[in-house]
């Protein structure tokens, strides 16, 4: 599995592209392909203040419910609404269209407590 070099990454696999103070959270394919099959995406609304590694959302696969969490502090600025009818896209394309939200962070130095690809690899690899 090759991992995107431009993002950081949770331990709760939880992605983040930080682009200046906004950035675009999502999860990563390997959290995706644990969960199965995603039918239904909880996402909070815009305008929300969420702290670092606060539930920011659940994700319905068919056969489990999993929580999101904050991998940074920040504001909600937008929510990806087309995966409200296309929760599938979570799983067809994780890093892209099955971004979840974009937020304004409120500490950016919180991005140097996550992980870069190749430690995010070595952390999924030991989860086995």
Not at 18 to 33: H, L, R, S, W, Y
Not at 101 to 120: G, H, N, Q, V
């Amino acid at each position: 599995m090759s991992l995107p070099t431009n993002l950081r990454f949770s331990e709760d696999h939880e992605w983040i592209n930080p682009n200046g103070e906004v950035a675009t959270v999502g999860i990563t394919d390997f959290a995706q392909g644990e969960l199965g099959d995603i039918v239904f995406v909880e996402l909070p609304t815009e305008g929300d203040i969420l702290a670092k590694e606060e539930i920011f959302g659940t994700v319905e696969a068919v056969k489990t419910v999993s929580d999101l969490f904050m991998p940074v502090s920040g504001e909600i600025i937008e929510v990806n609404e087309v995966l409200e009818n296309t929760p599938e896209l979570v799983n067809s394309d994780p890093y892209g269209a099955g971004w979840m939200i974009k937020i304004r962070m409120t500490d950016p130095s919180e991005l140097d407590d996550l992980m870069d690809d190749e430690a995010y690899a070595a952390h999924i690899a030991g989860d086995h």
